[in-house]
């Protein structure tokens, strides 16, 4: 069966660099979720997305952006990037919202920022 | 405001013991409980889900979780654990937005061990 893409897998950027981290999500699945894994530690939720709308936001830096395009994938833009945003990263996908959805999650995107 | 709680930081089973995991919760509604599972350098892995009837939850890889509301529990456990459980285990409550959404607050992961 498909699963949610992440692109790119890995990923080394330097200080107050870019990035762009691109999500794929299951084949039909309209709502997209973001987290961000440091080192050691548990998936924080950064941001959700349903039909293209923003539908909750977490611990987002402002300097990070988001958005979910036509085609349901969604793309975390990530400017000024600073050393503790060096993380794991990964996108869920599911179908429709609410409790009832069960979230699939991608193999994350690992982000070094040096 | 919710949380969840794995109370281990690390176990180390034998192989072909059983496994317990831990996992409490606090959140004010009903809640909507996952335990995913997390190998090294890879991404979450569900194992299984409860959000509603019986309290006792199969999940894949021969794992099964109960849901206990009075001890506000929702523990994880397999019967005789394989050099293959070794991973991170996370435990998460669904918590629904005033947007109709739901996001995900996991605890801060158990990771499991495993000796020959």
């Known amino acids: 069966a498909a699963g949610v893409i992440q692109s790119p897998r890995h990923l080394i950027k330097e200080k107050r660099e870019t990035a762009t981290l691109k999500c794929y999500p299951i084949?039909?699945?309209?709502?997209v979720y973001w987290y961000q894994q440091g080192p050691g530690q548990d998936p924080q939720f950064l941001i959700s997305?349903?039909?293209?709308?923003?539908?909750d936001k977490g611990s987002i830096p402002d300097r990070f952006s988001a958005q979910q395009f036509s085609d349901y994938h969604s793309e975390l833009n990530m400017s000024s990037l600073e050393l503790g945003d060096s993380a794991l990263y990964f996108c869920?996908?599911?179908?429709?919202?609410?409790?009832?959805?069960?979230?699939?999650f991608g193999p994350g995107t690992r982000l070094l920022v040096l | 405001a919710q949380s969840v709680t794995q109370p281990d930081i690390h176990i180390t089973v034998s192989e072909g013991a059983s496994l317990e995991l831990r996992c409490n919760y606090s959140y004010g509604a009903t809640p909507y409980l996952f335990w995913y599972v997390q190998s090294p350098g890879q991404g979450l892995q569900l194992l299984l889900k409860y959000f509603s009837g019986d309290t006792l939850v199969q999940g894949i890889k021969g794992f099964e979780a109960e849901f206990k509301r009075s001890q506000s529990s929702f523990n994880l456990r397999k019967p005789s654990v394989h050099w293959s459980d070794a991973a991170e285990y996370f435990c998460a409550v669904g918590i629904l937005s005033n947007f109709g959404n739901e996001k995900l607050t996991f605890g801060t992961g158990t990771r499991l061990t495993i000796i020959p």
């Open positions: 084949p039909r699945h309209d709502t």
């Open positions: 997305f349903y039909e293209k709308m923003q539908s």
């Open positions: 869920a996908s599911s179908l429709g919202r609410g409790n009832q959805e069960t979230q699939y």
